[in-house]
């Protein structure tokens, strides 16, 4: 019973949806208070349907209902309980599912906490946030149903993919959602302004918290899946430039630029018509990486290879999403006002070139991601592009906007003093190039790209601290001044630096560990040792031991350094006989200098010498900045979005009705 009361509750859902694209928009045309304020109601009641729906699923994947298809072929009845919660999102229905939900749920919450938005905007933004949803939702129940029944039913299920049996991956994916769906309310908003015909200070506060929640959480869940494709993969490796990565990094990099974008619409009434492109191209690659991933376009860990018709499908929603707001906006962008002239250096400018940067950046991994797909589908042509193209590409783009994100933040709005700031900042740029050389020298070589970035690097951190400390006149006042300027700094202004310090740290980690990363592959029988990165690491063979659903090899490795213990580590190898498939679960000796990392790959073959082993032995310097930035990332977002101006420091518009409104009916 309970799989129909889930189906029943999608479609109660997709009853609202229908009433909320239509009758709020009608009322905002019409001035109509009635009709314009259904659209909280319908909001409202479309999240509290779907998460009954989603809760129905749940609770057919932890009391292993297996007449339900989805369950018999995504659990099994032995498998942890976390894993099989998490097998809810695990497949493609279930990921859908949990992707309308939150959808509804970034509805709900504009429905809710938006008090002080005029009420002819919140109608027409909910019912755009509509649209989407029954696109999504009609989606589910035509083609992708969650719930379709199986019988017979099967004793104990098929089992979920053994890769994805991991706690961070558990987290990973409502992470991601999070980000990618949250930009969609950022993308109603933006078409709303766009019928509506007005962009201005308070449209860009209001939509600035919005942008900031799914940013932080975009950059969380690329962050774990990073962590986790580290430490599970067994590869040693946390980004190759997989096509399912690239379509969760492009609208995190046009995110990026739109945040900065609305800053300047909301402090200086420019790049209006900017930052309402920005939206729509941000959720544009929102879509575009949820039909790539469920197309069958392509194969990965991350991907559901499904039938193909349903990419078509959602290829429909694709064009209808993306080439009606683009329709739209070229049609009404020009009529905006521009405001907010600004000289060629300054602020404005500044940011102008940053967002530039991003969006060749991700124009670059757009191409490197679709250019195999296009050839393949023309020529019949196979090519892979991979880590040698975006590195060669990518890199020197974002370069030039390190540099800008260290510089910027000491112009002024307007117009700048040029040499002033560069009488500032020469000593620290100078210094960036210093420590550089010496990590150079240092390490005896590496890629001279790698030492420039290291630079880059160096001189974002040093920047941005030299900028806090400009602030609050560290070293220039008394210390007693410099406490109390602290003090009343806006949490904004400690999240910016956060963020750009939390970059910088990450860039550290991402240049350490790929310029001068030590790896071996070796065979290995119990007494072997191998020397790597002054650590000597004996192998003393391999144990079976049994996990809650799979059989797991567990090899044992002891790691001294100048014939002193350092530490034992345990890699594994698990075999999983209901998938009947094989993952690694590597061992991991983690300091913030860098990684000693091991993994086990094959046995020995029959005719080799038995307990003989395939072992994958690195080390990583560095590594552990990269996460370490992220979080700093994620808490630099955090620190913005819980400033109280975005929460009760809104701008309200005038409340004079337009010029065309009528009487509510």
Do not use: C
């Amino acid at each position: 019973m309970t799989p129909e009361i889930g189906v029943f509750a999608l479609a109660l859902a997709l009853g609202l949806a229908l009433v909320q694209s239509i009758l709020p928009m009608i009322g905002a045309a019409r001035n109509n208070a009635l009709w314009m304020g259904s659209a909280k109601a319908t909001a409202i009641g479309q999240t509290v349907f779907i998460g009954l729906s989603f809760a129905a699923l749940m609770r057919s994947f932890v009391v292993s209902d297996f007449t339900v298809r989805n369950v018999a072929e995504n659990s099994h009845s032995l498998k942890p309980m976390l894993f099989k919660i998490a097998g809810t999102w695990g497949s493609h229905e279930g990921s859908l599912l949990l992707w309308v939900l939150i959808l509804a749920a970034f509805g709900g919450g504009v429905a809710v906490f938006g008090r002080n938005i005029p009420d002819a905007l919140k109608a027409r933004t909910l019912a755009a946030q509509a649209w989407i949803s029954v696109g999504f939702l009609s989606f589910l129940l035509l083609t992708s149903n969650p719930f379709e029944r199986l019988y017979p039913p099967p004793i104990d299920g098929n089992d979920l993919n053994p890769l994805l049996q991991d706690v961070g991956l558990a987290m990973h994916p409502p992470l991601l959602y999070v980000g990618y769906v949250g930009f969609s309310i950022v993308f109603s908003f933006a078409v709303a302004a766009l019928i509506e015909g007005r962009v201005d200070a308070a449209w860009a506060r209001w939509v600035r918290p919005w942008t900031l929640a799914a940013w932080i959480s975009l950059t969380a869940g690329i962050a774990l899946g990073s962590w986790w494709a580290y430490y599970e993969l067994g590869w040693g490796g946390w980004w190759f430039w997989d096509p399912v990565e690239n379509v969760s990094f492009m609208p995190w990099l046009l995110g990026t630029a739109l945040l900065h974008s609305a800053i300047v619409t909301e402090k200086r009434g420019a790049f209006k018509s900017w930052t309402i492109l920005l939206a729509i191209l941000t959720f544009s690659l929102s879509l575009l990486g949820t039909f790539i991933v469920r197309s069958g376009l392509l194969t990965s860990v991350h991907a559901f290879a499904v039938d193909p018709e349903r990419g078509v499908y959602i290829l429909a929603l694709l064009g209808l999403s993306i080439g009606g707001s683009l329709t739209l906006y070229a049609w009404r962008a020009p009529e905006m006002e521009s405001g907010g002239v600004f000289a060629p250096v300054s602020r404005e400018a500044g940011l102008l070139i940053n967002n530039l940067l991003l969006g060749v950046a991700t124009a670059t991994v757009l191409f490197g991601t679709l250019y195999p797909l296009f050839l393949e589908a023309i020529t019949g042509d196979k090519i892979s592009v991979g880590p040698p193209f975006f590195n060669a590409s990518f890199v020197p783009i974002m370069l030039p906007l390190v540099f800008v994100m260290g510089f910027g933040p000491f112009l002024s709005w307007k117009r700048a003093d040029l040499r002033g700031v560069l009488q500032r900042l020469w000593g620290l740029l100078l210094l960036s190039f210093a420590a550089a050389a010496i990590v150079w020298y240092l390490t005896t070589g590496g890629p001279l790209l790698a030492v420039l970035s290291l630079a880059m690097a160096f001189w974002l951190f040093l920047a941005t601290l030299r900028e806090w400390a400009g602030r609050i006149r560290l070293l220039e006042a008394p210390f007693a001044e410099s406490v109390r300027r602290a003090n009343g700094l806006p949490r904004a202004s400690y999240g910016m630096t956060v963020a750009h310090l939390g970059l910088a740290i990450a860039m550290f980690g991402f240049i350490g560990s790929s310029a001068w990363k030590s790896e071996q592959v070796v065979f290995v029988s119990p007494g072997n040792e191998i020397g790597i990165a002054g650590f000597d690491v004996r192998f003393d063979g391999v144990e079976r031991r049994q996990g809650p659903n799979y059989l797991a090899d567990v090899g044992t490795l002891v790691v001294t350094r100048d014939g002193k213990p350092v530490t034992t580590l345990f890699p594994e190898r698990r075999f999983y006989p209901v998938a009947e498939s094989n993952t690694t679960e590597s061992a991991i000796r983690s300091t913030l200098a860098g990684d000693l990392y091991a993994s086990l790959a094959e046995p020995a073959a029959d005719d080799a010498k038995p307990g003989a082993w395939t072992l994958r032995i690195l080390y990583e310097p560095l590594v552990n900045f990269i996460w370490l930035g992220s979080a700093m990332l994620v808490l630099g977002g955090g620190l913005s979005l819980s400033d109280r101006r975005l929460r009760i420091g809104a701008p309200r518009r005038s409340t004079a009705a337009p010029a065309n409104a009528t009487p509510a009916e």
